[in-house]
């Protein structure tokens, strides 16, 4: 059968892509320990998926007023779906792919009629078109918020903050006990495992990341609720599906149904992935058919064929209505000034909001982050955490540096080598001018803040006591940490000389070396703040002479 055929051409290529897409996340990764090699680079092309996402590039080009770089490759999906339709969502993309499998499981909610009938078209299904044009309406005033629904971000942010993690630990934790057993074979296999996870999945570093149970949840809820609708994510939420639906309306790749051969037997809808009426007695919906082809296969009087130029009655534009459309409209425009409320971009703003090195001034930047987490994923040191209320509501899992966690390595670039849309600008190592004898062209190093003292908290300076591990931490040479020798007493009276730290304000980039390694486990007694950044002109402590 025909439609046999297709189905397993169309499986195997959900599998390859599912494939390829874990297989670039898995990269996003850096395989060596810092410092033991001065090439820190990700080769591979991780950002494919996102440089092929429609979405993505539209967006970015509507909030930045330009187009980044790699973008303009989306059209290798948005043109074909003109001609074949929504392809991307049944052949190609990983989300797509995963609720397919999921959905694909038995499940007491979809059995028989309740089947048929579960897979039949639903009003709600508009839902995702108000969605995307909130979200273009939100774009077109400098807010990248659709980045929080896009498909493929929401499955990067995932896997890359929670599901992935959680599998490093988990694996660790049961090959670790293997690979030391007692028993020879118990322990080659342990080793062997290991060596294996090591090379292929297994990061250096156990990962940890904020708010990574809130997102696995999420994401596994999403997943949840393909068992009681088939792909209810596709069919009523994601904004992509909703562009590559209306695209698709001029599609010249049609269903054909036979009516003299079609006994209205509805078997046709057991397997239907998109809820698109290939039913005989209904009109086709165009713009929800994801071309999975299950339709032509189920068909036992092979009633149903896809053709060109088919000229059959269908429903070529999803059936939005004008509330919903107005809805849309009225929704984009009142999220940017509510989700700004709190968002504080002048002087109020959260003075630890640390952006990565290379990020854009906070304005631009929110205009372009999608909140992929492909900047965190990367990160060697797990120095790049997703914020919570740091960036206000509109800045909701964007990257910001936590130095507690980890510091900004001084040679790595990484985070703005794997930003699909500019929101982290790429740069080299000699543009960021940290690493030891290698400036800018203009001698001015990217700084991402100031590090500043507690001297309440500080040992040599409120206890009397040596301390010298934030000099010996800094990386920026010469030091931006330097230490002045000072008589001071101790508890007992007697006078002792100690080296108390002080802070150039002229060498320091805000790494956050100093406050990742200061000995005080409750409170440090350096922290970085955001203020000298390089990215923002409104957030500088020192005056500089034009």
Not at 308 to 328: H, Q, S, Y
Request: proline share 7%; aromatic share 8%; with cysteine.
């Amino acid at each position: 059968m025909a439609g046999s055929r297709w189905q397993r051409w169309r499986r195997i290529s959900q599998i390859l892509f599912l494939l390829l897409f874990l297989g670039l996340l898995v990269f996003t990764a850096l395989r060596a320990i810092p410092g033991t090699t001065s090439d820190i680079h990700v080769h591979g092309p991780v950002r494919l998926f996102f440089e092929w996402d429609p979405l993505v590039a539209i967006s970015n080009a509507i909030a930045s007023h330009a187009l980044y770089r790699g973008l303009a490759w989306s059209l290798v999906i948005l043109l074909p779906t003109f001609f074949l339709g929504r392809f991307f969502c049944g052949w190609i993309c990983p989300m797509g792919s995963m609720q397919h499998f999921v959905g694909n499981m038995p499940s007491e909610s979809k059995r028989g009629k309740q089947r048929v009938e579960s897979n039949r078209y639903k009003r709600w299904q508009t839902i995702k078109y108000v969605v995307l044009i909130a979200g273009m309406v939100a774009a077109a005033f400098g807010s990248m918020a659709i980045g929080w629904l896009d498909p493929l971000s929401l499955l990067v942010r995932s896997f890359g903050l929670s599901i992935l993690p959680a599998f490093n630990y988990a694996a660790r934790a049961v090959l670790a006990p293997l690979a030391t057993s007692p028993v020879a074979a118990i322990k080659g296999f342990g080793e062997v495992a290991q060596a294996v996870l090591n090379a292929l999945v297994l990061e250096f570093r156990q990962p940890h990341f904020s708010q990574a149970l809130v997102l696995g949840i999420l994401f596994l809820v999403i997943l949840a609720a393909s068992l009681r609708v088939t792909r209810f994510w596709c069919r009523s939420i994601c904004p992509l599906g909703a562009l590559l639906g209306a695209a698709s309306r001029w599609s010249v790749l049609g269903l054909h149904k036979d009516p003299a051969q079609c006994n209205n037997c509805n078997r046709c809808l057991l397997h239907c992935q998109g809820g698109d009426d290939p039913v005989g007695s209904a009109p086709w919906r165009k713009s929800e058919c994801l071309m999975c082809m299950n339709c032509l296969g189920s068909c036992p009087e092979h009633a149903l064929a896809f053709r060109f130029f088919c000229k059959e009655k269908e429903v070529a534009l999803p059936d939005l209505g004008r509330r919903r459309t107005i809805t849309g409209l009225v929704a984009g425009v009142a999220a940017v000034p509510l989700l700004r409320a709190n968002t504080g971009l002048g002087k109020s703003r959260n003075d630890r909001l640390l952006r990565p090195p290379g990020a854009l001034d906070e304005p631009d930047f929110l205009a372009r982050c999608i909140r992929c987490s492909e900047c965190m994923k990367v990160c060697p040191n797990n120095a790049l955490q997703p914020t919570l209320e740091e960036a206000g509501l509109e800045g909701l899992w964007s990257p910001t540096l936590v130095p507690r966690i980890g510091y900004c390595e001084p040679s790595c670039v990484l985070c703005s080598e794997v930003c699909p849309t500019g929101a982290i600008w790429q740069i080299t190592p000699r543009e960021k001018g940290w690493v030891v004898g290698v400036g800018t062209a203009q001698n001015q190093p990217v700084r991402l803040g100031t590090a500043f003292y507690d001297r309440g908290r500080c040992l040599p300076w409120a206890m009397a006591t040596d301390c010298i591990v934030c000099e010996e931490w800094c990386p920026v040479s010469p030091k931006a940490i330097y230490l002045e020798e000072a008589e001071v007493a101790d508890s007992a009276g007697k006078m002792k000389t100690v080296k108390q730290p002080r802070v150039d304000l002229n060498l320091c980039v805000g790494c956050g070396a100093c406050e990742y390694a200061c000995p005080l486990q409750d409170h440090p007694a350096v922290y970085v703040t955001s203020i000298g950044e390089s990215r923002s002109p409104r957030s500088q402590i020192l005056l500089t002479r034009k």
